[in-house]
């Protein structure tokens, strides 16, 4: 199948190439529980292919079965995710040797045709070494985070550039019955499954992602310690975070700054605001008089848009021009759950979404992190509310 293997190389490359500007050192460290090192994503997504596409021949090494499953119980024992960084052994070389076996296996498996259930599997796995290749770039920029002199993870080509700000504006999404989620041809995960009719009772939904300068207008108004923007849960979480602005912003004697992939930069009006958990994008919009949309007014409305929507790969967000489509993740206020209709599938690779349906909100887009050809209009990816490491924004809605 060779288009296929041209596709698992180029996935299995480009993994390569992220965790390439990293040390052994970088690669060994979880800087908190939600992240993992990078030197866990190399395995987990070779754990992968090897467990799920390769499952009838021997292993590389037994013991990695349990090191590097993340949360198949089907699959049998998993080592606890808050302590992956405490496994320097294997070393990074050792996990690069694991790699490079298990690609080998799979390349003399993709030269012949396969059935098409197994070859499904293996689009599977590409697809969730995308989603991983995402999570190791924001894994690793919270990590250099830490670090009291904010390294960089890579030097930008050039300045990163300004841009005027662009207004923002409404657009109409229409009162009446809408499909949404995934039909037809070309990938998609079960939870964007069955496609279904929903009632939207008709609003607006801005045209552009909310910017830094208008989020800096809710944090030099005190929207951090004004109780009444918050919802109770997110007004505890604030307080006991002692927040007063997002993750990634302080105050220097220049100005405001925001530490990015490539270094602290200063704080950009026309940049969406990122890295923002639930509870900062539901104040923020309850600040502004607005609102957070649904999923289904979301996805009605960007649709076309996201069809057209070109990859562009960088480190940070870019000013914003157009509708801002790919910048940052955003939220909505619908709750992860399934479709009418959705069903998991059997076996242990059934664990992959339906699981995780409770206690998590839907955000829809993506980020100028996501893989080039992983995004689309129907993609349903999700955290919980005060997840905010992830390139996360919001639009408004009303």
């Known amino acids: 199948m060779p288009d296929l293997l041209q596709r ?47 499952a009838h021949e021997q292993p590389f090494d037994p013991d990695f079965r349990m090191l590097f499953n993340s949360y198949y119980q089907q699959v049998g024992e998993r080592h606890p995710r808050a302590q992956r960084g405490l496994l320097t052994r294997p070393s990074l070389a050792r996990v690069l040797d694991y790699r490079a076996a298990v690609d080998a296996r799979m390349q003399a498996l993709l030269t012949s045709e396969l059935p098409a259930p197994l070859a499904e599997r293996v689009e599977l796995g590409l697809q ?3 989603q991983h290749q995402e999570l190791l770039l924001t894994d690793i920029k919270h990590l250099l985070s830490c670090h009291p002199l904010w390294p960089a993870y890579e030097s930008p080509n050039a300045t990163p550039e300004s841009a005027p700000e662009t ?25 964007e499954r069955p496609r279904h009719a929903v009632f939207l009772p008709g609003s607006e939904i801005a045209s552009r992602p909310v910017n830094n300068r208008e989020f800096l207008s809710f944090v030099e108004a005190g929207g951090y310690s004004q109780p009444q923007w918050w919802l109770a849960e997110g007004w505890d979480w604030r307080c006991a975070q002692q927040l007063e602005h997002p993750w990634y912003w302080r105050r220097s004697e220049a100005g405001w700054q925001e530490f990015t992939l490539y270094r602290a930069l200063p704080l950009l009006g026309s940049r969406p605001v990122c890295h923002l958990s639930y509870y900062e994008a539901d104040a923020y919009a309850r600040w502004a008089g607005a609102r957070l949309p649904t999923e289904a007014e979301w996805e009605h409305a960007w649709t076309d848009a996201m069809a057209r929507l070109l990859a562009r790969e960088a480190l940070h967000p870019a000013a914003l021009a157009g509708a801002g489509l790919g910048q940052v993740w955003e939220w909505t206020q ?40 992983h995004a689309r209009a129907t993609y349903r990816n999700f955290f919980p509310a005060s997840a905010r490491w992830q390139m996360t924004g919001l639009r408004l809605a009303r």
């Open 167 to 191: 207004d923002l504006g409404w657009l109409p999404v229409p009162r009446g019955v809408h499909e949404i989620g995934h039909a037809g041809e070309g990938f998609a995960f079960d939870n």
């Open 8 to 54: 698992f190389d180029a996935v299995r490359q480009r993994t390569l190439r992220l965790a390439a500007p990293l040390s052994a050192e970088d690669a060994c460290v979880q800087s908190m529980p939600d992240a993992s090192p990078a030197k866990w994503h190399l395995a987990h997504t070779t754990w992968f292919f090897e467990t799920f596409v390769l």
């Open 128 to 130: 969730h070494e995308q």
């Open 334 to 373: 619908s709750a992860y759950a399934p479709y009418p209709g959705f069903r998991v599938a059997d076996g242990a690779i059934g664990e992959y979404n339906g699981k995780f349906m409770v206690n998590q909100y839907v955000l829809r887009g993506c980020s100028c992190l996501t893989p080039p050809g």
